[in-house]
């Protein structure tokens, strides 16, 4: 760990997740180490000017803190590959941002003696700088072993996302709730702006624009949207 309680970081997965994870940390004042290349290379160093990139094993080898932002399917088997050739160091923070996985994905890095962190902020990613506001008032899904919860849960604040915390058992349940608010919110939107497309309307994406938010805005405050009314741990 360098100076101050920083880490030295390094992003596994340059999509639109990763990159972003990445911006927020630096500008908490940690260091960034490297971030394996993505199929947008531009977009990522607008996101992360002069951070080097590097191979997966190279990341993980430099880094006192890697951040596993890879799609649901890959996360397995980069964990476990990066496991047979060595790269996961004792002492290690290991922090993946998949909703569906607690820290059980990461036991070929445990048994590295690598320190186990899931954290999702509960955003969607456009993988731009817009997500760094976006952030600053989102919550984050947060799963780790005890003794080192704190750890994942400052992660989540330097992040700027107020922490939630999110039992092992409770994941599958977690990423179902985050796939059906953004699934259903999407396919209602598209639809809906065909029809008003059909009726005539011009723009019809701008047209629903207040509709939308206004209807959202009310149907969380139904259901209970404030820090107040959040459980401090959601049990499976």
């Known amino acids: 760990m ?23 940390l630096g500008g908490a004042g940690h260091a960034l180490v490297g971030i394996t290349r993505g199929s947008d290379p531009e977009r990522v160093e607008a996101m992360l000017p002069g951070v080097p990139v590097l ?14 932002a890879v799609p649901h399917d890959q996360l397995e ?24 996985w ?20 509960a955003i969607e990613f456009s993988g731009t700088s817009m997500d760094l506001r976006a952030l ?7 799963t780790a072993p005890g003794p080192v919860l ?7 604040v330097e992040l700027g996302c107020e922490p939630v915390v999110i039992d092992e058992a409770a994941r599958p349940a977690y990423a ?19 029809l008003l497309a059909e009726a005539g309307v ?7 624009s207040s509709l939308a938010h206004t209807t959202i805005d009310h149907a969380l405050a139904e259901a209970g949207s404030g820090p107040a009314d959040l459980p401090d741990t959601i049990q499976g």
């Open 176 to 194: 179902e709730a985050i796939a059906t608010a953004r699934d259903f919110s999407r396919s209602i939107v598209r639809q809906a702006a065909a």
């Open 150 to 156: 704190p750890i994942a849960q400052a992660l989540a």
């Open 77 to 100: 088997g980069l964990v476990a590959g990066l496991a047979e050739v060595g790269a996961w160091q004792p002492g290690q923070l290991v922090l993946h941002t998949d909703p569906a």
């Open 102 to 121: 607690g820290t059980g994905i990461l036991s070929p890095a445990v048994a590295k003696g690598a320190i186990p962190l899931a954290v999702h902020p």
């Open 136 to 142: 600053a008032s989102a919550y984050a899904a947060v």
């Open 2 to 24: 360098t100076r101050e309680g920083r880490l030295g970081v390094g992003v596994i997965g340059a999509g639109r997740v990763g990159p972003v994870v990445g911006a927020a």
């Open 55 to 68: 191979d997966a094993t190279e990341v993980a080898r430099r880094s006192e803190l890697v951040i596993v």
């Open 202 to 208: 011009p723009q019809p994406g701008s047209f629903l």
